[in-house]
């Protein structure tokens, strides 16, 4: 009898036939009559099995299915039984009349069959990663003992893998080799898909090779795949690697590192693709109960005519719609006298490399929107060329500025004479752009780009508000590409034409890039029109920028759209028919960036008089060469570029080491001490290491560690007991927090666990992990607990695989400060101190001297504060009050050093939040009822800042943030200004970090030295 198996995935259907002795004949001669067809091979299994060709469905899983099956049942008419599996199996096996197998269990089945020896299997598919363990009962079935896959993350899936590749240019097929001989790879988070994407665009800015980033995401991949699937459960070899992207290589070899496994312990079976076919048509094979299977025609009916009632949106409307592409007049040199001066800005992005030359009155000569393919030095090289080809005869450069993702590698290359963030870049284009075109100045620019989104709020020429994407690229350019490539479609022209056609575009709504993929596939699955998917996709990139990056800010009524998406006219109708407004679309909008740049250029040469860096069009002349390399001066491990450009060198990607400093980019000083190092020496005051003989205990240099470790270094001082701290977090630590957590916890709780490990290693008897409930507080009518992760990281961390048969290590004594002295004494002793066989007379003396020294640290802050304050207000200069989280605030190795970036390079006056004297202030007009401790100290911090126009925020939190996502609303009500989010968690470079503080320091003034030259 002949069964057929069926495994319909997002990406891709495969097929499987298995039949009996009998049959083999059939079976190989159906292999011999078309190339789509293969027999497996009979050492493997007893039985025939003839499988499919991998076939990818393209959006069209009924359609692709028919006609693999049209194809079977030509060369095997007599089909007994077919069974379906995969994430597609309903819409397959509902109109064929079939059973549905679960996917676990064929993929368990096939394995098992073909691979007895297999106990742990590892599957990749293109939406769905797995993790099974199996064996046998005593009567040989296999059974599955362990299981897990992604959740709403496809991070790691093969999908993830053919969008990036297809990127940068390569055919998913061609990966594995590429990467088997590509160099060092950039570290690429393996977080989830958008981050992931994030750290290659800013390492392809960076210089890195495509070959390279490759290899960086297939580890990032595994990375995922370990952190979040098999979350140390238990890996038995030997561990079979099933699914599509088994095929990659690089993948296959990043597998191998990571989980330390073999070549005997590791395979990828030559089937490995199709084993879950195979297990279904094995299970079918024994199914007595077999359904009568409908004619397959039924799937050909179903993909014509299946239409489901999907939620609609009303129709796009181009009615409010302004396009001023028309306006737009060739430049002419006729009647100029050459060559004409003139300014060059060049927008390196994410997706696009963007050029502009305008000439001193503003007008723009020359404007060039391309492809940045993953090659920003080659594709500037053609963009100058071209310019100097076209024009070079004509104009004179006095200036060049640079802004975008590689703005500093570039503007170091070219010799740029202004380097800025592209926020400020935007501003200045537009408005420009709007006076002299239209009369009109932006009051509101949406700019929607490759990667990042961008709001811009403008008051008489001010940025007053702004707002980038926080950890979402749903609403962004590159998002709408990648689905249109998965729909086959060509985002220039086609999409817009069909989403303007649409009667009845699809409501999507808002979520994001992951879910809509798969929103997207199961719409085209069920059958829905194409043009009412790209309408819904124009209107998804609308609402999830309004509620997302906008976020209930001010909208004006003279908005501009800019940026490369905006050359998309149905998302401008989205935003029209959504917001009921005029939507103004500029001309020369894909480069508007571009144009600002230059102009920021203009400004400074017309204020300084200084000539030009730049170093001309040819830049074969210019001598650069990149070298990489690791930076072993601690145990971060930093991936250094350098950077030569004729004679002068620039490192690239130092996190902390002083060999590799950056060059300062403000030529302004700080007017205060620094204050973080200061903190810093304070914090460690109480601390001698190695003071005691006995039992060591470990401390991990984690979470509230960064405000209270002067209580616990005088308490075991005093208790006489050697306290070991660990080392301050770094990649070992990070990468290894990621590995033991076993939860989803917030980024710095995942950092803890890496920082039990370490002590770990160091050796120690104990590790302390107390049991922080709450804190004192000024305001006893009010809670004032830590937040929930906080209180229970010593159980989160208890059960972990990390202390599995380690239990008895732990210290936690249950703290409750806000309870008082008194209590505190108590519960040290009954938590602490008994434990380690110290007297309740010495333990209660250990806590007094511990509340006195942490009594000293907190004094001693506010003193630096208080004198910080003073010198600002003597000296008229500004400051910037960091406000979160202690250890979001003062772990470097979490917060990316932000706080020292800022002062080193542009001379920021820096100020935590606990050096101000902020004791006492009342929040009760901001939030009546805050019971968090550190959301009342941000809400008190920020309410200071309100009438001190010198100060302003920056607010660092952490992504998955609870409290912090709460907080963030009252911040400008307290402060009465915009400030700063910086949500920080595992990214491995800070491109985009920076890229936002800078534009936050020019918008507030504290850039741009020329302007007050000359005012």
């Known amino acids: 009898m002949v069964n057929v198996g069926i495994d319909i995935g997002s990406v891709s259907v495969k097929i499987a036939v298995v039949g009996d002795e009998e049959d083999r004949e059939v079976l190989r001669d159906a292999a011999e009559r078309s190339p789509n067809f293969s027999l497996v091979?009979?050492?493997?299994?007893?039985?025939?099995?003839?499988?499919?060709?991998?076939?990818r469905i393209k959006g069209e899983p009924l359609k692709a299915t028919f006609e693999l099956l049209d194809e079977l049942y030509r060369l095997i008419p007599e089909i007994h039984g077919i069974r379906v599996t995969g994430v597609g199996a309903r819409l397959i096996a509902e109109p064929l009349n079939a059973p549905i197998e679960n996917d676990f269990k064929a993929a368990a089945r096939g394995v098992g069959e073909l691979y007895p020896e297999v106990r742990t299997i590892f599957e990749m598919g293109g939406d769905i990663s797995k993790y099974i363990l199996i064996e046998r009962d005593e009567s040989g079935r296999i059974g599955i003992v362990d299981y897990e896959r992604n959740g709403e993350c496809a991070a790691g899936t093969g999908s993830f893998m053919d969008q990036q590749a297809s990127r940068l240019k390569y055919d998913i097929e061609e990966v594995g080799d590429i990467v088997l001989k590509a160099g060092k790879p950039p570290t690429i988070a393996g977080r989830c898909s958008v981050f992931a994407k994030s750290d290659m665009i800013h390492a392809q800015q960076r210089g890195y090779q495509p070959p390279e980033i490759l290899k960086g995401l297939c580890e990032a991949v595994v990375r995922n795949f370990k952190g979040t699937i098999t979350k140390g459960k238990k890996i038995i070899p030997k561990v079979a690697f099933i699914g599509g992207v088994a095929a990659n290589k690089g993948v296959v070899q990043a597998m191998k590192q990571i989980f330390e496994l073999s070549d005997d312990e590791f395979f990828v079976p030559e089937y490995y693709a199709w084993m879950g076919a195979i297990g279904a048509a094995l299970i079918e094979a024994e199914n007595p109960d077999k359904p009568k299977l409908n004619d397959i025609s039924a799937l050909q009916r179903r993909s014509v005519s299946q239409k489901a009632s999907f939620p609609t949106m009303k129709p796009l409307s181009m009615e409010k719609v302004i396009l001023l592409r028309d306006m737009v007049k060739p430049y002419s040199f006729e009647g100029k006298k050459l060559p004409v001066d003139a300014y060059l800005g060049i927008d390196v992005g994410s997706v696009s490399t963007n050029f502009a030359v305008l000439d001193e009155n503003g007008d723009l000569i020359m404007e060039i929107y391309t492809r940045t393919q993953s090659r920003p030095i080659e594709v500037v090289k053609e963009g100058l060329k071209r310019i100097e080809e076209e024009i070079g005869d004509k104009i004179r450069i006095r200036g060049v500025g640079t802004t975008g993702s590689g703005r500093e590698l570039i503007g170091k290359l070219v010799g740029a004479d202004v380097i800025k963030d592209e926020i400020t870049a935007h501003k200045t284009g537009a408005t420009f752009v709007?006076?002299?075109?239209?009369?009109?100045?932006?009051?509101?620019?949406?700019?929607?780009?490759?990667?990042?989104?961008?709001?811009?709020?403008?008051?008489?020429?001010?940025?007053?508000?702004?707002?980038?994407?926080?950890?979402?690229?749903?609403?962004?350019?590159?998002?709408?590409?990648?689905?249109?490539?998965?729909?086959?479609?060509?985002?220039?022209?086609?999409?817009a034409q069909l989403a303007l056609s649409s009667k009845a575009p699809l409501r999507l709504g808002e979520r994001c890039t992951v879910f809509m993929e798969k929103d997207v596939i199961s719409y085209l699955q069920r059958g829905a029109d194409k043009a009412d998917i790209c309408a819904g996709l124009a209107y998804s990139i609308a609402i999830n920028y309004l509620n997302r990056v906008v976020r209930g800010r001010r909208i004006g009524d003279t908005?501009?759209?800019?940026?490369?998406?905006?050359?998309?006219?149905?998302?401008?109708?989205?935003?029209?028919?959504?917001?009921?407004?005029?939507?103004?679309?500029?001309?020369?909008?894909?480069?508007?960036?571009?144009?600002?740049?230059?102009?920021?250029?203009?400004?400074?040469?017309?204020?300084?008089?200084?000539?030009?860096?730049?170093?001309?069009?040819?830049?074969?002349?210019?001598?650069?060469?990149?070298?990489?390399?690791?930076?072993?001066?601690?145990?971060?491990?930093?991936?250094?570029?350098?950077?030569?450009?004729?004679?002068?060198?620039?490192?690239?990607?130092?996190?902390?080491?002083?060999?590799?400093?950056?060059?300062?980019k403000s030529e302004k000083e700080p007017v205060i001490p620094d204050l973080m190092k200061l903190r810093q020496e304070l914090l460690m005051r109480e601390y001698e290491p190695g003071k005691h003989d006995g039992p060591?205990?470990?401390?991990?240099?984690?979470?509230?560690?960064?405000?209270?470790?002067?209580?616990?270094?005088?308490?075991?001082?005093?208790?006489?007991?050697?306290?070991?701290?660990?080392?301050?977090?770094?990649?070992?630590?990070?990468?290894?927090?990621?590995?033991?957590?076993?939860?989803?916890?917030?980024?710095?709780?995942?950092?803890?666990?890496?920082h039990v490990a370490d002590l770990l290693e160091k050796g120690v008897d104990f590790v302390l992990l107390p049991n922080v409930i709450n804190a004192e507080t000024e305001f006893p009518q009010l809670q004032s607990h830590l937040c929930p992760w906080g209180?229970?990281?010593?159980?989160?961390?208890?059960?972990?695989?990390?202390?599995?048969?380690?239990?008895?290590?732990?210290?936690?004594?249950?703290?409750?400060?806000?309870d008082g002295i008194e209590k505190v004494k108590r519960e040290i002793y009954e938590g602490l101190s008994k434990k380690l066989g110290i007297s309740k007379k010495l333990s209660d003396k250990a806590v007094e001297a511990a509340y006195e020294a942490q009594r000293r640290f907190e004094e001693d802050l506010?003193?630096?504060?208080?004198?910080?304050?003073?010198?600002?207000?003597?000296?008229?200069?500004?400051?910037?009050?960091?406000?979160?989280?202690?250890?979001n605030i003062n772990d470097s190795g979490i917060n990316l050093d932000v706080p020292r970036k800022m002062r080193?390079?542009?001379?920021?006056?820096?100020?935590?939040?606990?050096?101000?004297?902020?004791?006492?202030?009342?929040?009760?007009?901001?939030?009546?009822?805050?019971?968090?401790?550190?959301?009342?100290?941000?809400?008190?911090?920020?309410?200071?800042?309100?009438?001190?126009?010198?100060?302003?925020?920056?607010?660092?939190?952490?992504?998955?943030?609870?409290?912090?996502?709460?907080?963030?609303?009252?911040?400008r009500l307290a402060s009465g200004k915009p400030y700063l989010t910086l949500q920080i968690d595992e990214h491995a470079n800070d491109a985009g970090i920076l890229t936002r503080i800078e534009a936050y320091l020019d918008s507030k003034g504290f850039l741009r030295w020329w302007l007050k030259k000359t005012a």
């Open 791 to 818: 209180q229970t990281m010593t159980y989160v961390i208890g059960h972990s695989p990390l202390m599995e048969g380690k239990e008895g290590m732990i210290l936690r004594p249950r703290i409750h400060f806000r």
């Open 904 to 971: 080193d390079y542009y001379g920021v006056n820096v100020i935590p939040l606990d050096m101000l004297p902020i004791k006492g202030i009342d929040i009760s007009d901001v939030n009546e009822n805050m019971y968090w401790n550190y959301g009342r100290k941000i809400l008190q911090a920020a309410k200071f800042v309100r009438n001190r126009p010198n100060l302003h925020l920056i607010h660092i939190t952490n992504f998955k943030c609870g409290p912090d996502s709460y907080i963030k609303h009252f911040i």
């Open 559 to 664: 908005i501009f759209f800019q940026g490369g998406t905006a050359y998309n006219d149905a998302v401008a109708a989205a935003f029209a028919t959504l917001l009921d407004k005029e939507i103004i679309v500029p001309p020369h909008n894909g480069v508007i960036g571009a144009i600002g740049a230059a102009l920021l250029a203009m400004e400074k040469i017309k204020a300084t008089g200084e000539k030009t860096k730049f170093r001309g069009f040819d830049l074969s002349k210019v001598k650069y060469k990149l070298r990489e390399f690791t930076c072993k001066g601690c145990s971060n491990f930093c991936d250094i570029q350098m950077f030569i450009v004729e004679g002068e060198v620039t490192f690239w990607g130092d996190k902390c080491s002083d060999r590799y400093r950056k060059h300062v």
């Open 41 to 55: 091979d009979e050492k493997l299994y007893p039985k025939p099995i003839l499988i499919s060709a991998y076939r």
């Open 862 to 887: 506010v003193r630096l504060g208080i004198e910080a304050l003073k010198k600002l207000d003597e000296t008229g200069e500004m400051g910037i009050v960091l406000v979160g989280r202690p250890y």
């Open 696 to 754: 060591k205990v470990g401390f991990p240099r984690a979470m509230y560690f960064y405000d209270r470790f002067p209580f616990w270094a005088k308490l075991f001082d005093v208790l006489g007991v050697d306290l070991v701290i660990s080392d301050p977090t770094n990649k070992k630590i990070v990468t290894a927090g990621s590995t033991y957590a076993v939860a989803e916890p917030c980024f710095p709780i995942k950092v803890a666990h890496g």
């Open 434 to 495: 709007g006076r002299k075109l239209i009369n009109r100045v932006p009051d509101t620019i949406f700019e929607i780009g490759g990667q990042d989104s961008k709001f811009i709020s403008i008051q008489e020429g001010v940025v007053v508000d702004f707002s980038m994407n926080e950890a979402c690229a749903a609403g962004t350019g590159s998002f709408l590409e990648e689905q249109a490539e998965q729909m086959g479609i060509s985002i220039v022209g086609e999409f």
